[in-house]
């Protein structure tokens, strides 16, 4: 059995990832190659659906903050959503808060992209 | 729950496995599930990550007695190296300045009660020691 599978959704110019499973040092190789994968293909909007992940370990953190730095500077953004309450505790342990805005669900975290594309037109 | 896994990354999927095992028996709750898991993996890949040296094997000995979960690893032939005098990352710094690194001894730190390292004649130890009842596991 998987222990972590990777959905994708293409939602115009935005990567949807829906995920499921569990981030640890043993599947986190995988999360970063999908990442990898999307930023060489330019797609750096990104929305990652945590619902059902029901564990992360550092080894996973670590690969969001690791992929974050980049992908910002190429005025891209990786949006968590639907964090469950043990995942978002860890979340909040590390003060990641103050890195990535955690949205309640995948249709937030889109309409927030939305949101900032059209600031960034009507400036 | 005593037994010995491989000394690389790929064991994790075994150790969780059987981690389920020994929480069904004890009739332990998903929450405790939850952070032992997130406890025994960050001390196992600090663990293989660290230590010099070493068999190929190491032990994992999980026991619940007394409302006390005590976690213990052992390495062996190993050079010593205290797990507990790493320096606690900065997780108050900008994203300029993040360390991937050390956010796993921090999660631990933050979890446990009791954070012990031993080192005889080249077995390397590591104990941490969660009090259900006290804190049920939240700090």
């Given at each position: 059995m998987d222990r972590l599978i990777i959905e994708e959704?293409?939602?115009?110019?935005?990567?949807?990832?829906?995920?499921h499973g569990l981030?640890?040092?043993?599947?986190?190789?995988?999360?970063?190659?999908?990442?990898?994968?999307?930023?060489?293909?330019?797609?750096?909007?990104?929305?990652?659906?945590?619902?059902?992940?029901?564990?992360?370990?550092?080894?996973?953190?670590?690969?969001?903050?690791?992929?974050i730095k980049g992908i910002r500077q190429r005025e891209g953004d990786i949006k968590l959503a639907s964090m469950r309450s043990d995942v978002r505790e860890v979340f909040d342990l590390l003060e990641f808060n103050t890195l990535l805005t955690p949205y309640a669900s995948s249709d937030e975290a889109l309409a927030a992209f939305e949101s900032e594309q059209n600031t960034k037109t009507t400036r | 729950m005593k037994k010995e896994f491989s000394r690389h990354i790929s064991a994790l999927e075994e150790i969780f496995t059987d981690?389920?095992?020994?929480?069904?028996?004890?009739?332990?709750?998903?929450?405790?599930?939850?952070?032992?898991?997130?406890?025994?993996?960050?001390?196992?890949?600090?663990?293989?990550?660290?230590?010099?040296?070493?068999?190929?094997?190491v032990m994992l000995d999980i026991s619940l007695e007394s409302g006390k979960l005590k976690v213990v690893l052992e390495d062996f032939e190993v050079e010593p190296f205290d797990i507990a005098s790493i320096q606690p990352v900065d997780i108050s710094s900008p994203l300029e300045a993040r360390k991937v690194g050390g956010l796993g001894i921090h999660i631990v730190r933050n979890y446990v009660d009791d954070l012990v390292y031993e080192y005889l004649d080249g077995t390397l130890r590591i104990t941490a020691v969660m009090d259900l009842e006290e804190h049920d596991v939240r700090h």
């Amino acid at each position: 059995m998987d222990r972590l599978i990777i959905e994708e959704e293409q939602i115009e110019d935005i990567m949807l990832l829906k995920l499921h499973g569990l981030i640890d040092s043993g599947t986190a190789q995988f999360l970063e190659e999908k990442f990898n994968e999307l930023t060489n293909g330019d797609s750096v909007r990104i929305v990652v659906d945590l619902q059902n992940v029901d564990y992360i370990s550092s080894a996973g953190w670590g690969i969001f903050v690791g992929e974050i730095k980049g992908i910002r500077q190429r005025e891209g953004d990786i949006k968590l959503a639907s964090m469950r309450s043990d995942v978002r505790e860890v979340f909040d342990l590390l003060e990641f808060n103050t890195l990535l805005t955690p949205y309640a669900s995948s249709d937030e975290a889109l309409a927030a992209f939305e949101s900032e594309q059209n600031t960034k037109t009507t400036r | 729950m005593k037994k010995e896994f491989s000394r690389h990354i790929s064991a994790l999927e075994e150790i969780f496995t059987d981690l389920d095992g020994f929480l069904s028996q004890e009739k332990l709750d998903d929450r405790i599930t939850f952070v032992l898991k997130l406890v025994v993996e960050e001390l196992f890949t600090n663990l293989i990550r660290h230590n010099v040296g070493g068999r190929d094997q190491v032990m994992l000995d999980i026991s619940l007695e007394s409302g006390k979960l005590k976690v213990v690893l052992e390495d062996f032939e190993v050079e010593p190296f205290d797990i507990a005098s790493i320096q606690p990352v900065d997780i108050s710094s900008p994203l300029e300045a993040r360390k991937v690194g050390g956010l796993g001894i921090h999660i631990v730190r933050n979890y446990v009660d009791d954070l012990v390292y031993e080192y005889l004649d080249g077995t390397l130890r590591i104990t941490a020691v969660m009090d259900l009842e006290e804190h049920d596991v939240r700090h």
